[in-house]
Protein backbone atom coordinates (compact mmCIF):
# COMPACT_ATOMS: atom_id res chain seq x y z
CA UNK A 1 0.00 0.00 0.00
CA UNK A 2 1.53 3.54 -1.23
CA UNK A 3 0.80 5.92 1.71
CA UNK A 4 2.18 8.31 4.24
CA UNK A 5 0.67 8.62 7.92
CA UNK A 6 1.47 11.67 9.97
CA UNK A 7 0.51 11.52 13.70
CA UNK A 8 1.86 12.97 16.58
CA UNK A 9 -0.08 16.46 16.89
CA UNK A 10 -1.75 17.49 18.89
CA UNK A 11 -2.76 20.48 21.67
CA UNK A 12 0.13 22.32 23.58
CA UNK A 13 0.52 25.64 25.04
CA UNK A 14 2.77 28.21 23.96
CA UNK A 15 6.45 26.89 25.06
CA UNK A 16 5.38 23.53 24.70
CA UNK A 17 6.95 20.75 22.68
CA UNK A 18 5.92 18.12 20.24
CA UNK A 19 7.36 15.78 18.57
CA UNK A 20 5.62 14.83 14.30
CA UNK A 21 5.98 11.28 13.01
CA UNK A 22 5.81 10.51 8.98
CA UNK A 23 5.40 6.84 8.15
CA UNK A 24 5.73 5.91 4.73
CA UNK A 25 5.15 2.69 3.00
CA UNK A 26 4.65 1.79 -0.67
CA UNK A 27 8.00 3.43 -2.05
CA UNK A 28 11.59 3.07 -1.34
CA UNK A 29 11.86 5.82 1.13
CA UNK A 30 15.51 5.82 1.50
CA UNK A 31 15.63 6.89 -2.62
CA UNK A 32 14.26 10.56 -1.48
CA UNK A 33 14.74 14.33 -0.19
CA UNK A 34 11.39 13.90 2.57
CA UNK A 35 10.01 17.47 3.57
CA UNK A 36 7.65 18.41 6.24
CA UNK A 37 4.50 21.24 5.43
CA UNK A 38 2.29 22.80 6.89
CA UNK A 39 -1.34 24.38 5.50
CA UNK A 40 -4.04 26.34 7.65
CA UNK A 41 -7.25 26.51 6.04
CA UNK A 42 -7.90 28.85 2.94
CA UNK A 43 -4.54 28.98 2.73
CA UNK A 44 -1.89 27.16 -0.04
CA UNK A 45 0.62 24.64 2.13
CA UNK A 46 3.80 25.77 2.57
CA UNK A 47 7.14 24.33 2.79
CA UNK A 48 8.55 23.82 6.59
CA UNK A 49 11.56 21.70 6.60
CA UNK A 50 14.04 19.09 4.44
CA UNK A 51 16.14 16.52 4.82
CA UNK A 52 18.69 14.30 2.63
CA UNK A 53 18.00 10.97 1.66
CA UNK A 54 20.87 10.30 3.81
CA UNK A 55 19.78 12.41 6.66
CA UNK A 56 23.14 14.44 6.34
CA UNK A 57 21.58 17.62 5.16
CA UNK A 58 18.72 19.87 5.75
CA UNK A 59 17.27 22.96 6.06
CA UNK A 60 14.14 25.09 7.28
CA UNK A 61 11.89 27.92 6.22
CA UNK A 62 13.34 31.24 8.39
CA UNK A 63 10.00 31.11 10.91
CA UNK A 64 11.30 27.67 12.62
CA UNK A 65 14.72 27.94 12.31
CA UNK A 66 16.46 27.03 15.94
CA UNK A 67 13.07 25.70 17.08
CA UNK A 68 12.53 22.78 14.95
CA UNK A 69 14.84 19.68 13.75
CA UNK A 70 13.93 16.96 11.03
CA UNK A 71 15.64 13.78 11.25
CA UNK A 72 14.39 10.43 9.68
CA UNK A 73 15.21 6.91 10.46
CA UNK A 74 15.43 4.89 7.14
CA UNK A 75 15.34 1.55 8.60
CA UNK A 76 11.97 2.43 10.11
CA UNK A 77 10.97 4.55 6.82
CA UNK A 78 9.98 7.29 8.88
CA UNK A 79 11.00 11.09 9.31
CA UNK A 80 10.07 12.97 12.02
CA UNK A 81 10.01 17.23 13.04
CA UNK A 82 11.19 17.77 16.34
CA UNK A 83 9.25 21.26 17.45
CA UNK A 84 10.19 22.58 20.35
CA UNK A 85 9.33 26.49 21.88
CA UNK A 86 6.18 26.51 20.18
CA UNK A 87 4.46 29.32 19.11
CA UNK A 88 0.52 30.25 18.18
CA UNK A 89 1.74 30.89 15.17
CA UNK A 90 2.41 27.04 14.51
CA UNK A 91 -0.60 26.42 14.73
CA UNK A 92 -1.47 23.89 11.27
CA UNK A 93 -1.76 20.99 9.80
CA UNK A 94 1.43 19.35 9.14
CA UNK A 95 1.89 17.09 6.23
CA UNK A 96 5.21 15.12 5.22
CA UNK A 97 5.99 14.05 1.32
CA UNK A 98 8.65 13.48 -1.16
CA UNK A 99 10.46 17.03 -2.17
CA UNK A 100 13.03 18.30 -4.17
CA UNK A 101 15.92 19.52 -2.24
CA UNK A 102 14.04 23.17 -2.39
CA UNK A 103 11.21 21.68 -0.80
CA UNK A 104 9.12 21.25 -3.45
CA UNK A 105 6.73 17.86 -3.56
CA UNK A 106 7.36 15.54 -6.19
CA UNK A 107 3.90 13.30 -6.56
CA UNK A 108 5.83 10.49 -5.23
CA UNK A 109 3.46 9.53 -2.75
CA UNK A 110 -0.13 11.12 -2.21
CA UNK A 111 -0.69 13.58 0.54
CA UNK A 112 -1.98 12.00 3.73
CA UNK A 113 -4.21 13.33 6.08
CA UNK A 114 -1.78 15.14 8.47
CA UNK A 115 -1.70 16.01 11.63
CA UNK A 116 -3.11 18.87 13.73
CA UNK A 117 -0.91 21.04 15.85
CA UNK A 118 -2.31 23.19 17.70
CA UNK A 119 -0.60 25.95 20.03
CA UNK A 120 -2.95 27.68 22.08
CA UNK A 121 -0.82 31.28 24.19
Known amino acids: QVQLAESGGGLVQAGGSLRLSCAAS????????MGWFRQAPGKEREFVAT????????SYRDSVKGRVTISRNNAKNTVYLQMNSLKPDDTDVYYC??????????????WGQGTQVTVSS
Open 97 to 110: NAVTQKGVAIGIWD
Open 26 to 33: GRTFSNFV
Open 51 to 58: ISWSGSST
